[in-house]
């Protein structure tokens, strides 16, 4: 179980690094004010922290999903 925490935890830092810079770049690429609300449109303190809060609140309901089950 403790080694299994260990990988959830690496896998959940992993997930948030490349989540978040896609989305760093995501509203640049495509344009689209849909993707406003959850990516960084300017260089702004409150932009970076959306990079961080969306991947990790996704990656925490999956892991709890999951985690749940064992």
Avoid: C
């Avoid at 080694?3 to 896609?22: D, K, M, P, Y």
């Avoid at 409150?46 to 925490?60: D, N, R, T, V």
Wanted: glycine share 6%; proline share 3%.
């Amino acid at each position: 179980m403790k080694r299994s925490l260990v990988l959830w935890q690496l896998g959940g830092l992993t997930f948030t690094a490349v989540l978040g810079t896609i989305l760093h770049f995501l509203y640049d690429w495509t344009g689209l004010i849909i993707f406003a609300p959850i990516s960084a449109i300017n260089e702004s303190t409150w932009e970076h922290m959306k990079l961080f809060f969306f991947p990790s609140f996704i990656y925490a309901i999956i892991s709890s999903v999951f985690l749940i089950k064992e």
